[in-house]
């Protein structure tokens, strides 16, 4: 039977991995490695980077594959997406069938977390109750975005007795939510908390976090909107990417 390991090596930094991720790291015959193009390559090397600190053995192989593009959202940002999902999870039926042998574990690992905004634990579920291959597979949590953001910002999520609320940049677009007083931000390509500016917020944002590359920017938000806004456009374009986080928290809950 062949294994599948699901790995989360955390938010940037080889520090980030945990013990459990390492003990997973070191029963794997083979490392599937998604190649997402050039400007994405410094992904690639921490994964290579992590691969070769932790990993006792030189007995592994690294099979990378290129990542296939999203389409253009079009009417559907859920269709999308799905279909995003559906090249990806060709990518991994022949991954699995091509270059694992019977009786071999290979892994695919995930930045962060897999179980937080990520479709790696998706496509791997999908392909084993297809029933066309045989295989178990397991989950390792990591340290996400979302964790490491706020022990550099050394701000808890929560204010005591209240909810947090994790949502995307679409999502915060429609507005602060009313009945939370936290709300944590993955994926905003457009800057959405522009559209809730004129809320009493603080934001605690944070790019590449757990990298050499970190910045970290925290402050009223009407204060600081247009300096994240600035280092943000800049280190895109220096960098051809962008990977951040932030944490909006209402200026009376603060405890």
Same mark, same amino acid.
């Not at 706020?150 to 909810?163: E, F, Q, Y």
């Given at each position: 039977m062949k294994r599948i390991l699901i790995i989360g090596i955390g938010a940037g930094n080889p520090d980030y991995v945990t013990m459990q991720a390492v003990k997973a790291l070191n029963q794997v015959d083979v490392f599937f490695v998604m190649d997402k193009g050039e400007a994405k390559a410094k992904l690639i090397e921490l994964r290579r980077e992590i691969i070769e600190r932790y990993v006792e053995n030189s007995d592994y192989r690294i099979v990378e594959a290129t990542s296939p593009e999203r389409r253009p959202d079009g009417d559907s940002y859920l269709g999308a997406v799905e279909q995003l999902n559906r090249d990806k999870q060709d990518i991994f039926e022949h991954l699995i069938a091509d270059a694992l042998a019977d009786g071999e574990c290979g892994a695919f690992l995930v930045w962060g977390d897999p179980s937080l905004y990520d479709s790696t634990m998706r496509i791997v579920a999908s392909i084993a109750q297809s029933g066309r291959h045989a295989f178990e597979y397991e989950v390792i949590p990591g340290i996400s975005s979302v964790q490491a953001l706020?022990?550099?910002?050394? $701000?808890?999520?929560?204010?005591?007795?209240?909810?947090v609320t994790i949502t995307n940049g679409r999502g915060i677009a429609q507005g602060f939510p009313s009945n939370v007083d936290s709300v944590v931000v993955m994926l905003d390509a457009q800057n959405a908390f522009r559209h809730v500016i004129d809320e009493d917020v603080d934001i605690y944002w944070g790019a590449y976090v757990g990298t050499p590359d970190e910045i970290l920017v925290s402050g009223k938000l009407s204060d600081v909107a247009d300096? $994240?806004?600035r280092v943000r456009a800049e280190a895109r374009d220096r960098e051809g990417w962008m990977m951040d986080t932030y944490l909006l928290k209402r200026r009376q809950s603060q405890s």
């Open positions: 706020a022990a550099k910002h050394r $701000i808890a999520l929560n204010a005591i007795g209240k909810s300096e $994240i806004e």
